[in-house]
């Protein structure tokens, strides 16, 4: 969404409007996930050499640490592969050039399902573990559907349904 359209839907400046489905819950407006998701894998693909520290998503009293060069060590294990756990890790999505670095396919390759499980196969459950929690943020953000949840099984595409669902729980703990 766009400033133009947040400045039509609330010129109040607040970014937020009533809800119609729920009166005493507003909506919240918020720019550009996609561009989100690719500032996370900048930063991240940035620390090759440094731990990204975050808090346990199911223990936040644990600190857990990741990695970008446990993606590394992933693609480089598989990149002579004719079989690969993490299909989508290559050459571009590893390194990608300036020009690159602005699609949100090559962003959300790094946090794909496949790659985190070849993350979790070669023993770097953490990076896995911070990689999907930042997946399951970008598919509530993004979902516009409401049977790509059944479609895909994956709760975390579902649409919002009440202030009760599991998704407004991950993102008031997120």
């Known amino acids: 969404m766009n400033v133009d359209m947040f400045n039509y839907l609330d010129p109040t400046g607040n970014y937020r409007f009533a809800n119609p489905s729920f009166e005493n819950f507003s909506i919240q407006f918020l720019f550009d996930v996609n561009h989100i998701i690719k500032n996370i894998r900048n930063?991240?693909?940035?620390?090759t050499k440094l731990k990204f520290i975050y808090p346990d998503p199911e223990d936040l009293n644990k600190i857990c640490t990741a990695s970008y060069k446990d993606i590394i060590d992933v693609?480089?294990?598989?990149?002579?592969l004719l079989i690969k756990k993490a299909p989508k890790l290559n050459k571009k999505t590893i390194s990608p050039s300036s020009f690159e670095k602005q699609q949100v396919s090559l962003a959300t390759n790094i946090f794909d399902e496949k790659t985190t499980s070849a993350l979790e196969f070669y023993g770097h459950?953490?990076?896995?573990?911070?990689?999907?929690?930042?997946?399951?943020?970008?598919?509530?953000m993004t979902n516009r559907s409401t049977l790509k949840g059944v479609m895909k099984r994956d709760i975390f595409r579902d649409p919002i349904r009440s202030p009760q669902d599991h998704q407004v729980l991950f993102l008031k703990d997120f």
């Open 43 to 47: 930063i991240f693909s940035k620390a």
């Open 75 to 80: 693609y480089e294990k598989e990149k002579n």
């Open 125 to 140: 459950y953490e990076t896995a573990k911070f990689l999907n929690y930042i997946r399951q943020w970008y598919f509530i």
